[in-house]
């Protein structure tokens, strides 16, 4: 029987593809790959389609950044190796992901070579910022001067942990500005590391009270790049801010996959 034609589906363009590494953990004796649906759902939320990727050799990495129109890197339990930035690791009960900073690490610099839209999250960030040449803060609440960004003691409910913490006070000028159009907002805070220095080329988009970097873009970007230090993922269909940022990347997305690419917005 033949089907009716659907005008809509033949026009329609297709969702810009999104990559999403995910992170390495064991659950009882065996290996897996995850990544938090949270994420996931941002990514839908930017109006694009997330692909989840578990790892990537040489040879695999530019066949998927060949298949995507943009990348999101998620927040983890686990921290960038200090090893990536000439440290020793400070605190060894802390979780680490070797096998997700083996591939990363290279994939933003490659993100960052093709002008792939680039959008970071908390432990995304700092993956950025090292990638790129810059260091971090193992445990930013002992540094003189800057506060506890940390979310709480393990067991503290979800809701208080991602709940709002301080205000970022944002460049004028910058990405993050143009984007948000407003000079400060309320965010979350569930971070032991941060920002110490941050890799030549960037620029700061945000800052804590106590200085502390909350975002920065690629300052000359081929295309878009945003990397934020907390979660806006968190009930961002409920959070103006976050619903902004995700409709940015995902424009930059759209206009990837159409050839009609540059720094956004």
């Not at 389609?49 to 040489?58: E, N, R, W």
């Not at 990348?71 to 190796?81: D, I």
């Not at 000028?173 to 805070?189: A, D, Y």
Request: net charge negative.
């Amino acid at each position: 029987m033949t089907q009716p034609h659907n005008p809509s589906a033949s026009t329609a363009s297709p969702k810009p593809i999104v990559l999403v590494p995910a992170c390495n953990r064991m659950l009882g004796e065996h290996p897996f790959h995850i990544a938090g649906k949270k994420y996931i759902d941002a990514v839908r939320l930017a109006g694009a389609q997330p692909l989840v990727v578990p790892s990537a050799d040489d040879s695999e990495l530019e066949a998927l950044l060949d298949l995507a129109d943009g990348v999101l890197l998620t927040g983890s339990p686990s921290n960038v190796h200090p090893s990536h930035f000439g440290e020793e690791v400070l605190d060894p009960s802390l979780p680490l992901d070797p096998l997700r900073d083996s591939w990363t690490l290279p994939l933003i610099r490659r993100v960052v070579e093709r002008g792939i839209p680039l959008f970071t999250i908390c432990r995304g960030t700092q993956e950025a910022n090292v990638a790129l040449g810059g260091s971090l803060h193992q445990a930013v609440h002992e540094v003189d001067g800057h506060h506890d960004h940390r979310g709480g003691p393990d067991g503290t409910p979800a809701a208080e942990v991602y709940g709002p913490a301080h205000d970022v006070v944002v460049a004028e000028g910058g990405v993050l500005s143009k984007i948000v159009g407003q000079p400060r907002f309320e965010v979350n805070s569930v971070h032991g590391q941060a920002v110490n220095r941050l890799a030549d080329g960037l620029r700061v988009e945000a800052r804590a009270p106590d200085g502390v970097v909350e975002a920065f873009s690629v300052a000359e970007s081929r295309g878009f790049s945003l990397c934020v230090q907390w979660h806006p993922e968190w009930l961002a269909a409920d959070n103006p801010v976050s619903m902004k940022m995700l409709t940015a990347f995902g424009e930059a997305c759209r206009r990837y996959r159409e050839g009609r690419r540059g720094p956004h917005p």
